[in-house]
């Protein structure tokens, strides 16, 4: 059978299982779903499909293996890094219908979501039915899956206090390459999604894998106290050799919930500050002060010594600081005018702050970009997710051109440095892979070749060259 | 294209399929075909691949221009600042480039045939536009305060006449002073020039306007939010200018005034928000007002509502060319799913098309039973004639 024969075929066997108005193999819909909003070139899907329950992922799955047709999912299409790009064609699995918030449980704290459920719609729905209760949102637009965002170990507003969102997984149902459905967790053998301990723990089998392990189709995250008052203090060096020792110190008090730097030319106030906001809350007034004293007298030494201080901030400037997720964080993607940024994000330890802030000046000052630097705590000082992110203006190739060789840059550096690029683009991974111990690598080609014989799960993603 | 400038500047972040408050989809057209190239975002950047010859003018990049409903959702909670005002009128561009080669959907150019030979979208005669105010005693407007505009829907539709006399008989239960002109308008041409054919609204428009200024006309009620909106926002380029009102605006103030002899059985009343009204015009509290003033109403809110409302699905054309169909994912559905969430016995509206669109809806989703579409000055006739 022709390729043709063979995709009309199986888009006549989509619609059957999802319905016409959700399969699509026209010209619009493969350029659309071609590329995210990121550097990488564009690769077209044969076939879009928008299932609506995990039976018809399980049915798709089943297809598509019978048949080796590849097949990509896809959350929002946020990530920037060309992770859900159909690179050798095939479905991409759109997972936006899926998007029912299951359960809630109040006292046990954790939330069972389908995959499609956005970061928003969590969230609004824990405002009106669970006021009490947060989950840790991602610094992404609220249309951005929560699956999708634990997949690729995101990180958020609660990281401090949790860990990457990958941490705060209870449990999975995923639809495997063959078409099994399987619960991983507490889910598993309780009708609970409390925990993934004591069991086995298969969840990090579909964590980090850029969706080349199976389709993730539900979800359970833990969730944690809303608190009523809330608020955010900005410290601020010159020195950004002081910046792991500050952040050593100041999540020792483990009293705030996110710790994030942010270094940026613009607006002309900021240049050369290096900003540590932090972010806490509490139940009454007085804990917030107490709270606040905490984290104060945890760096008077370096406020004494006056090399660092706290920014002044009057309650009105601190209201776009505790917003989640900040809208104004999309605008950067409109400094060249130009409607695109992207960003390398570096799991690194913190220790490596100052290498990794001067490595990030010196190739926006080398490429000429536009940037804006920063990171994320990760736990009480683990490692931090330190991001490199650069403008540029899609309509110039050129500057497109640009900015894809910073990231170049910026991805081989890391690396070298000791640091790992975050939901790496494909050409990163290769970076990685370079890097990695070969029996680690060795591990997870075994471990595929098992989950996925016929290697249709998101192909071109964790492959040497 | 007018704005192409713009196309490439959208970062697809997403926030524009969303209502404020991130509860769920919130534009029409994405919620009811769910791929991405039927959300803002995607029509951007299909539009510039369309410019850049990337896309041919298919069936299906036809449907995607005009599966825009011009509900300006996206133009308010878009978060680019720059150029955030502009997004409605680079879909408008696209789509007026689709009319002028000639290549719209068989719907939308049936639809923009009768506007041209008829002066409105059914087809129907232009001597039966008064047709709604034959059993009415409706002045044609000479020296009165205000002449009523009711519309195509209002006109021809025989819900929208329903709703038309039901209006004009709360305004002159109120002592307002106003006429008509039946035959002798035309279409305000708001959804024209929401399908892009601008030459076609600028003929409408004129029309109406030396109509009006031939019999010195100052002040204008309309009956639709959609006609609110044409005469005035758009028919000042053309010289038309008048201090236009739709009638909740005339009527609030005067019914909170009101009292009332007796009381009335209570009733559960929910309110969705007209786009031409709210986003497009920023008119939140008239309807509102003229609920919280009615004896025995108990009203609550949509979680979509004010300028986060989710559309009903019927404008920038849509309402007579049904580009988005009558699935599950329909927004009137959707709306309707969400209005009877508050447990409210009544949807209010304040617009003929809402109206006409929503009851379809109820049916639809077979909610017949627990929730009923009733138009303001409908609700405020049947309060009133109980109350007085």
């Not at chain 2, 949807?347 to 627990?370: F, Q, Y």
Request: hydrophobic share 40%; net charge negative.
């Amino acid at each position: 059978m022709s390729g043709v024969s063979l995709m009309k075929e199986i888009v006549e066997k989509l619609v059957k299982i999802v319905g016409a108005e959700f399969v699509s193999d026209q010209p619009e819909e493969r350029y659309i779903y071609s590329m995210d909003p990121g550097t990488m070139p564009p690769r077209e899907p044969d076939i879009v499909v928008i299932p609506g329950t995990s039976e018809e992922v399980r049915q798709i799955m089943i297809l598509a293996n019978r048949d080796e047709i590849p097949v990509v999912p896809l959350g929002a299409g946020l990530v920037l890094s060309g992770l859900s790009r159909a690179l050798k064609g095939g479905i991409i699995l759109d997972m936006k219908r899926m998007n029912r918030i299951l359960e809630v449980n109040e006292t046990s704290r954790y939330a069972v979501v389908e995959a499609g459920t956005s970061q928003g719609m969590l969230q609004a729905y824990l405002k009106k039915h669970h006021p009490n209760l947060k989950h840790s949102a991602p610094d992404a637009p609220p249309v951005a899956t929560i699956a999708g965002n634990v997949s690729i170990h995101g990180s958020g507003h609660l990281s401090h206090a949790a860990g990457f969102h990958s941490d705060m997984l209870n449990g999975l149902e995923v639809v495997l390459p063959t078409g099994e459905v399987a619960r991983i967790g507490s889910c598993a053998t309780s009708p609970y999604w409390f925990s993934r301990a004591p069991l086995p723990d298969l969840a990090g089998l579909f964590l980090g894998w850029a969706g080349t392990t199976g389709v993730i189709t539900k979800l359970a995250i833990k969730l944690y106290p809303n608190y009523k008052y809330n608020d955010v203090g900005i410290f601020v060096t010159e020195e950004a050799q002081l910046i792991p020792d500050i952040l050593h110190r100041m999540t020792g008090t483990q009293v705030a919930e996110d710790m994030t730097t942010w270094m940026t030319p613009k607006p002309d106030w900021a240049r050369g500050f290096l900003h540590c906001d932090i972010n806490f809350g509490a139940n009454t007034k007085d804990e917030l002060i107490w709270k606040r004293n905490l984290i104060r007298a945890s760096v008077q030494e370096y406020i004494d010594q006056k090399v660092a201080g706290f920014m002044p901030l009057p309650p009105a400037m601190k209201q776009p600081f505790l917003e989640v997720p900040a809208r104004t964080l999309s605008r950067f993607a409109d400094v060249r005018r130009g409607g695109g940024f992207e960003y390398v994000g570096a799991i690194m330890p913190v220790d490596l702050f100052p290498e990794a802030y001067k490595v990030g000046l010196e190739i926006a000052d080398s490429l000429n970009v536009n940037y804006s630097l920063g990171s994320r705590i990760i736990g009480v000082n683990h490692c931090m997710m330190f991001f490199y992110a650069y403008a540029f203006n899609r309509a110039d190739p050129a500057d497109v051109e640009r900015a894809q060789k910073a990231l170049e840059e910026t991805n081989r550096i890391v690396v070298d440095m000791g640091g790992i690029p975050w939901k790496a683009e494909a050409p990163a991974q290769k970076e990685i892979i370079r890097k990695m111990d070969p029996n680690m690598f060795d591990l997870m080609n075994r471990i595929r070749a098992v989950l996925d014989p016929k290697g249709i799960m998101n192909p071109g993603n964790w492959e040497e060259d | 294209m007018q704005y192409e400038e713009i196309l490439h500047r959208c970062f697809r972040c997403g926030y524009c399929k969303l209502p404020g408050n991130y509860i769920d989809f919130n534009c029409p057209a994405y919620l009811a075909f769910c791929f991405e190239t039927y959300s803002p975002g995607g029509r951007m950047w299909l539009l510039r691949a369309w410019l850049d010859k990337k896309i041919e003018t298919t069936d299906r990049f036809q449907e995607i221009l005009f599966s825009c409903v011009n509900c300006g959702n996206c133009v308010e909670q878009c978060t680019f600042p720059k150029f955030k005002d502009q997004l409605l009128l680079a879909f408008m561009a696209g789509k007026e480039e689709l009319v002028n080669a000639g290549k719209v959907p068989p719907a939308v150019r049936d639809c923009l045939t009768n506007y041209q030979h008829h002066g409105n979208p059914y087809g129907f005669a232009r001597k039966k536009r008064h047709g709604w105010a034959e059993d009415l005693e409706v002045d044609r407007f000479s020296e009165h305060e205000y002449l009523f505009f009711p519309g195509d829907v209002g006109s021809y539709d025989s819900r929208g006449q329903e709703i038309c006399r039901s209006v004009a008989r709360l305004l002159k239960a109120n002592g307002i002073s106003f006429g008509i002109f039946g035959a002798d308008e035309v279409s305000d041409g708001n959804e024209v020039n929401a399908m892009g054919e601008t030459e076609l609204f600028r003929y409408l428009a004129e029309e109406n306007i030396k109509t009006f200024n031939a019999s010195q006309v100052k002040k204008i009620i309309t009956l639709s939010p959609h006609a609110y909106n044409a005469i005035k926002n758009d028919y000042l380029q053309f010289g038309g200018q008048y201090q236009v009102f739709h009638y909740a605006q005339i009527l609030a103030p005067i019914i909170k005034q009101q009292t009332y002899k007796s009381d009335v059985p209570p009733m559960r009343v929910t309110y969705h928000d007209s786009c031409y009204l709210g986003r497009h015009n920023g008119e939140y509290w008239s309807a509102r007002t003229i609920l919280s003033s009615l004896p025995g109403i108990q009203f609550v809110e949509m979680d979509r509502n004010m300028q986060n409302a989710l559309c009903c699905g019927g404008g920038g054309g849509n309402f007579f060319t049904d580009i988005l169909g009558r699935g599950a994912n329909n927004p009137a559905r959707a709306r309707i799913r969400e209005a009877a969430e508050t447990a409210a016995e009544v949807l209010a509206v304040a617009c003929p098309l809402c109206a006409v669109v929503l009851e379809d809806a109820v049916k639809a989703e077979r909610l017949d039973e627990r929730i009923e579409v009733k138009e303001i000055s409908e609700i405020a006739n049947e309060i009133l004639d109980k109350a007085n």
